[in-house]
């Protein structure tokens, strides 16, 4: 990486790294003190930096909370569609980070292919930084360990559910049950259940994670349980709701956890199919928390990658 510190997935960089990360981003949020949430910190550590972010994929708190936290850290981001650009009319995703790299202090890209966003990383000469891609949703991982530790306390040693789809986000909270040392139970049908690949990865580092096909057993004396939508973007329903309808996050799963458990989601939900409305606008429920975090873990990151 030629020293350059590229934010790809959590399973990349060590526990103690994303723990600091994890530390500057709680002591930032701290150190705003109710400043209005466009005025820059007063150190403006990133001051005359500019974040390029690229958006294959729709947005809404990936968007805001990379914008936000480069105008909190006193630079600037640059927003730019993948259809806007000569990258959505065939120039290479090698070409395009070349270019970028003369031009900005760091990229950020959210996009279905996470071969495109290792080609941006083999070729770009400032940090590249995972917004998202099919396979992976790193930043969105930190701002939920950040919220569970702010709800509930260091997160090694908990116990976290995962009921539904064993997706991109799922596949990110097993990097995270590794690397934070937290339990990790996985509720999947068969059919969509995280590959043998990531599992036996976090049997290889150690890792306390087990995937089942019961979503109240999986919740049993959980601390958090969390889930995410049954169709990301992109795919096709076909039978993905009949397969997790057994699945959904109700007030029976959430009965089967600690009486202080938390709900977490990362947004879009949709309320009736992954989560019921009882649960996700009830009292257990930390998922705006979450949403909030993703502008506050952001600032870690971009903190950490342009230090």
């Known amino acids: 990486?030629?020293?350059?510190?590229?934010?790809?997935?959590?399973?990349?960089?060590?526990?103690?790294?994303?723990?600091?990360?994890?530390?500057?981003?709680?002591?930032?949020?701290?150190?705003?003190?109710?400043?209005?949430?466009?005025?820059?910190?007063?150190?403006?550590?990133?001051?005359?930096?500019?974040?390029?972010?690229?958006?294959?994929?729709?947005?809404?708190?990936?968007?805001?909370?990379?914008?936000?936290?480069?105008?909190?850290?006193?630079?600037?981001?640059?927003?730019?569609?993948?259809?806007?650009?000569?990258?959505?009319?065939?120039?290479?995703?090698?070409?395009?980070?070349?270019?970028?790299?003369?031009?900005?202090?760091?990229?950020m890209i959210r996009t279905h292919k996470s071969a495109m966003l290792e080609e941006m990383v083999a070729n770009a000469t400032v940090p590249v930084i995972n917004g998202l891609t099919d396979d992976s949703h790193p930043c969105q991982l930190m701002a939920d360990v950040l919220t569970f530790e702010e709800k509930k306390g260091p997160i090694a040693g908990k116990v976290v559910t995962?009921?539904?789809?064993?997706?991109?986000?799922?596949?990110?909270?097993?990097?995270?049950?590794?690397?934070?040392?937290?339990?990790?139970?996985?509720?999947?049908?068969?059919?969509?259940?995280p590959s043998a690949e990531i599992l036996d990865w976090a049997r290889r580092e150690g890792g306390r994670v087990r995937l089942v096909h019961d979503a109240r057993a999986a919740a049993a004396g959980a601390d958090a349980v969390v889930t995410d939508a049954w169709v990301s973007m992109g795919q096709k329903a076909g039978d993905r709701h009949n397969l997790l309808k057994p699945f959904q996050v109700d007030r029976h799963v959430m009965a089967a956890a600690k009486p202080d458990a938390v709900f977490m989601h990362c947004l879009p939900a949709h309320r009736g199919e992954e989560v019921t409305a009882e649960v996700i606008d009830g009292p257990q429920s930390i998922v705006f928390d979450e949403a909030e975090n993703r502008l506050h873990a952001q600032k870690g990151i971009l903190a950490w990658c342009m230090a």
């Open 162 to 193: 995962w009921s539904g789809d064993g997706n991109n986000v799922a596949r990110s909270w097993v990097h995270a049950a590794v690397r934070f040392d937290f339990e990790l139970r996985l509720a999947c049908p068969e059919p969509l259940s």
């Open 1 to 107: 990486m030629g020293g350059v510190r590229h934010f790809i997935d959590l399973d990349r960089l060590e526990g103690r790294t994303l723990r600091s990360i994890l530390d500057k981003a709680a002591a930032m949020k701290r150190g705003r003190n109710g400043a209005p949430k466009g005025a820059p910190d007063h150190d403006k550590p990133l001051a005359g930096r500019v974040l390029a972010m690229i958006f294959e994929k729709a947005s809404t708190r990936t968007r805001l909370s990379f914008d936000i936290a480069m105008r909190q850290l006193g630079g600037e981001g640059i927003v730019m569609n993948a259809a806007d650009l000569q990258i959505g009319r065939g120039e290479s995703a090698s070409d395009t980070a070349k270019v970028l790299s003369r031009y900005v202090d760091a990229i």
